[in-house]
């Protein structure tokens, strides 16, 4: 492991400093010491997460911008079955837009962070070939929408990386959660992170995360897609 992978925060700076706090809190503050580094990144990321979104800008829809929101493209299938392949392929269409690593790791500040002209900046750093699949991966190619969700409602399987002593307890959140509260929560960050994507970019948005294979129905409680219905046959 790189010295570099120990210090990161990965998107846990992307935490308002009083959720990570809170997070931190429900694990009894129980972090492995050569971790100690990234957790420090991590905290002082976050303060600079909460400070920031003390400027972003609101995310209310137009008529016209909802109408967008309702086209929004799930990319949904197994795990290893070339989804990451073709959410690539699509992101390439000029009239859908994506949510890159740089949304997914900011949803509390990502709008103040393009205006700021961040991208521009995070243009010049190279992409990298992940290990697993060789796929080009940079802070701005398309990303999975599921670590903005983890980062807004501090659950999910995310975190079962972060904390893998709790992981049954993480893996066990989402939308069917027990906890009709969590369920709400886990709802209510989906529709706010791609709310503001349409915000931002104008476009009908794709999405794509494995997990979403199992969440068809509760996606469908967010965003109650409009599927055409045969037409009836009438008698001559």
């Known amino acids: 492991m790189g010295i570099l992978s120990l210090v990161q925060p990965s998107f846990l700076s992307g935490f308002k400093l009083e959720d990570w706090a809170s997070l931190l809190a429900a694990n009894s503050f129980h972090v492995d010491p050569r971790y100690w580094p990234r957790a420090l990144s991590a905290t002082v990321g976050s303060a600079a997460t909460s400070t920031l979104s003390l400027f972003e800008p609101e995310y209310e829809l137009t008529p016209v911008q909802d109408e967008v929101w309702s086209r929004t493209i799930f990319v949904i299938g197994l795990p290893r ?3 990451t392949h073709l959410h690539y392929l699509l992101s390439k269409n000029p009239q859908l837009a994506y949510p890159p690593r740089l949304d997914c790791y900011n949803p509390h500040t990502f709008l103040r962070l393009h205006r700021l002209g961040i991208t521009k900046l995070l243009s010049l750093v190279p992409e990298k070939d ?5 796929v080009q991966t940079g802070w701005l190619t398309p990303e999975e929408e599921t670590l903005a969700i983890s980062v807004l409602t501090s659950q999910g399987a995310s975190m079962a990386s972060v904390f ?7 893996y066990a959140q989402g939308p069917f959660a027990p906890n009709t509260q969590e369920a709400d929560r886990w709802r209510m960050a989906l529709k706010k992170f791609s709310q503001k994507l349409v915000k931002l970019y104008n476009k009908p ?9 199992l969440q068809i129905p509760e996606i469908l409680r967010v965003l109650p897609l409009l599927i055409p219905r045969p037409e009836a046959d009438h008698p001559e």
């Open 130 to 134: 992940r290990q697993i699949d060789r």
């Open 205 to 213: 948005v794709l999405l794509k995360s494995p997990e979403n294979f």
């Open 164 to 170: 893998p002593s709790r992981s049954e307890h993480y």
């Open 81 to 83: 079955s070339g989804t």
